[in-house]
């Protein structure tokens, strides 16, 4: 167990719905990041934030958000939902920026788009 | 060009033998840090090892060891004496130290069968 929570486990929706997925870091962490797996696309980093702060953007779509609440959870929208974003969604946190900081993930939300 | 390469999309070995699984990356930033990650099919990301770019020494943590060779750009990952609980996509990353948010680049994993 990384420490990482992620809620739900499981999702299925339609197209063109919304959904949120949520995420609280280890206890003290105050990094918190965004990734989507997704079968022909690999692990992608999508988003990143810093105790509160957005720190960096990859590969999220416009219809994709985020943001990082004062108790430092984290919640990751997706709308206009397309057959295309099923994928596993990781969170992960880290104590702080730096090189050597480790990144541990959640188990994952695995959204599915029918 | 790719950050992270993983050229063994899947590999066997037979259990209690050691596997080499490769990696190599690629960065002109002089500080770096190189991880393995297990992903079992249960879909988890396990973290297993983590290799500086100023380490000396190549890092240990219990059956993992990585090969690190800073000029080949390469940190392999050894497992010895495989167990079946080691079957699953392993998968090497890098953070590079002036990547102002420090994200992942990630591989694009390898799959490794532990055969009894």
């Known amino acids: 167990d990384s420490g990482v929570t992620q809620t739900p486990k499981h999702l299925i929706t339609a197209t063109g719905q919304r959904v949120t997925l949520r995420c609280s870091p280890r206890?003290?962490?105050?990094?918190v990041y965004w990734y989507q797996q997704s079968l022909d696309q690999g692990l992608q980093f999508l988003i990143q934030y810093y105790n509160g702060e957005e720190r960096a953007k990859g590969n999220i779509l416009e219809r994709f958000s985020a943001q990082q609440f004062p108790d430092l959870h984290s919640e990751l929208n997706l709308s206009s939902l397309e057959l295309g974003d099923s994928a596993l969604y990781f969170c992960?946190?880290?104590?702080?920026?730096?090189?050597?900081?480790?990144?541990?993930f959640g188990p994952g939300t695995r959204l599915t788009v029918l | 060009a790719q950050k992270i390469t993983q050229t063994q999309p899947g590999m066997f070995v037979q259990e209690k033998e050691a596997v080499t699984l490769d990696c190599t990356y690629d960065t002109s930033d002089p500080s770096y840090g190189l991880f393995w990650y297990k992903q079992p099919s249960s879909g988890e990301m396990i973290f297993l090892i983590y290799?500086?770019?100023?380490?000396?020494q190549n890092a240990t943590e219990g059956r993992y060891s990585l090969n690190f060779q800073k000029a080949r750009k390469s940190a392999n990952l050894v497992i010895s004496a495989s167990q079946l609980g080691d079957s699953a996509m392993y998968f090497c990353?890098?953070?590079?130290?002036?990547?102002?948010?420090?994200?992942?680049?990630f591989g694009t994993g390898t799959s490794l069968t532990v055969i009894p």
């Open positions: 992960a946190s880290s104590s702080q920026a730096g090189v050597k900081n480790t990144q541990y």
């Open positions: 206890s003290g962490d105050l990094s």
């Open positions: 290799q500086g770019s100023y380490d000396q």
């Open positions: 990353a890098m953070r590079e130290g002036r990547n102002t948010g420090n994200q992942f680049y």
